[in-house]
C-alpha cells in the first residue's frame, strides 16, 4: 500500500510539474500579446514577459507553499532556487559550452541587486527571527516590495536606452550604407519590445486565462506531492523545498540558459539567472511574508541565506576578475560550491 501512495505521489509531482512549466509558457506568451494590443508599455512588457516569466513556476509554488500552511517550503524554496541558479545552472551551462561572457553592466547592476536584496532578506529575517513579531514580517515585505519597483523602474529606465541606442545604430547603418557591428542580444531586445501593436484576440485572453489556472492548479498540485512525499520519506519541509522543488521547478531557467549559451546569447544567458535571484526574494518571499506569516527556521537563518549570499558574490568575482566571462574551470568551481552545499545542508546543518 505504501509502495502505491509513493509511486502515485512522484507521478502526480511530474505531472504537475510539466503543468506548471508549459501553463508559465501559456500565460507569458498571451501575456505579451494581450498587453500589446491594449496598448501596455512595450518596455514593461518585454522586461516582466522575459526576466520574470521564467520564474513563475518558483513565484507560484512558493506562494502557495505559504497559503497552504507549508511557509518552510516556500522559503526553502527561493532560497535553493538561487544558490542552485547561480551555482548549479551558470556552472553547468559554463561546462557544456566552454565559457560564457558576461556583459559588464549586468554585474555591476543586476549582479549588485542580487547581492544587495539577499543581505535585506538576510536582516529581515533576523528582526522577525529576534523579535518574533507578524510586523516585523509585514513592514519587511512592504520593503522588498517596494525595492522590487525600484529595481523594476531602473530595468525599465535602461531597456529604454538601449531601444534608444539601437534606433542610433541602425540610423548610422542606413547613413553609412554599411553594417555597424553591435552586441548579438540586441536584435532580440528589439523584437521583444517593440512589436507593433496588434488587435486584441479573444483567443490570447482564453489563452491567459487558461495559462493563470494552468499554474494556479498545477503548483497546487505541486506543493501537495511534495508535501506527501515529505511526509511519507519523514523528509523537512525546507529541504524539499531547499533541494526538490528549487531545482525541479528551474528546468525553464536551465534551458534556457543552457541554449542561450550554446548560440553564443551570453548576456542573455548570465542575465536571466543573476537578474531572476532577486526576483525570486523580492516577489517570491515578499508577497508570500505579507499574506501569512513566515516562521524563520534557525539553519535558514545562520547557514542557508548566509550561504546564497556568498554564493552571489563568488559568482560575481569570478566573472568580474577573469575577463568578465566564466570559463569551464570557474564552471566547475561554481557546480562544486553546489555540491558543497548539499552536502553540508543535508549532513551537517540539519537542524
Excluded at 155 to 165: G, R, S
Excluded at 225 to 247: K, T, V, Y
Excluded at 270 to 297: E, H, R
Aim: glycine content about 8%.
Amino acid at each position: 500500500m505504501l509502495e502505491i501512495l509513493e509511486v502515485s505521489f512522484i507521478a502526480l509531482f511530474i505531472i504537475a510539474l510539466l503543468i506548471v512549466i508549459k501553463a508559465a509558457d501559456i500565460f507569458v506568451d498571451n501575456v505579451l500579446k494581450v498587453g500589446t494590443a491594449l496598448g501596455v508599455s512595450q518596455v514593461l512588457l518585454g522586461i516582466t514577459a522575459v526576466a520574470m516569466g521564467t520564474s513563475l513556476p518558483e513565484y507560484g509554488s512558493a506562494l502557495i507553499s505559504s497559503l497552504n500552511s507549508a511557509e518552510g517550503m516556500g522559503v526553502g524554496l527561493v532560497i535553493g532556487s538561487n544558490i542552485w541558479n547561480l551555482a548549479g545552472i551558470l556552472g553547468i551551462s559554463a561546462v557544456i559550452t566552454g565559457y560564457i561572457k558576461a556583459d559588464e553592466k549586468f554585474i555591476k547592476r543586476d549582479g549588485l541587486m542580487a547581492v544587495i536584496v539577499g543581505i535585506i532578506l538576510f536582516i529581515v529575517m533576523i528582526a522577525v527571527f529576534i523579535s518574533g513579531a507578524d510586523i516585523i514580517s509585514k513592514i519587511g515585505s512592504v520593503i522588498m516590495i517596494l525595492v522590487f519597483f525600484y529595481y523594476l523602474r531602473v530595468l525599465i529606465k535602461d531597456q529604454k536606452k538601449e531601444i534608444k541606442d539601437l534606433e542610433y545604430i541602425e540610423e548610422k547603418t542606413y547613413k553609412n550604407k554599411e553594417p555597424i557591428e553591435i552586441d548579438s542580444n540586441t536584435p532580440k531586445l528589439k523584437e521583444v519590445v517593440e512589436k507593433k501593436k496588434k488587435p486584441l484576440h479573444k483567443k490570447n485572453i482564453l489563452y491567459l486565462t487558461v495559462g493563470l489556472i494552468g499554474i494556479i492548479i498545477g503548483c497546487q498540485l505541486l506543493v501537495y506531492s511534495a508535501e506527501g512525499l515529505a511526509d511519507i520519506f519523514n523528509i523537512p519541509q525546507i529541504i524539499m523545498g531547499l533541494f526538490l522543488l528549487s531545482i525541479t521547478t528551474s528546468f525553464p531557467e536551465l534551458a534556457i540558459t543552457v541554449t542561450s549559451a550554446m548560440k553564443g546569447l551570453h548576456g542573455m544567458a548570465i542575465g536571466n539567472i543573476i537578474g531572476t535571484a532577486a526576483f525570486n526574494i523580492l516577489i517570491g518571499i515578499g508577497i508570500p511574508a505579507f499574506l501569512v506569516t513566515i516562521p524563520i527556521d534557525p539553519v535558514v537563518l545562520y547557514f542557508d541565506a548566509p550561504y546564497m549570499i556568498l554564493v552571489y558574490v563568488l559568482a560575481i568575482l569570478l566573472v568580474k576578475y577573469n575577463g568578465m566571462k566564466l570559463t569551464r574551470v570557474t564552471g566547475l568551481f561554481l557546480v562544486s560550491l553546489y555540491i558543497l552545499y548539499v552536502i553540508l545542508r543535508l549532513f551537517v546543518f540539519t537542524g
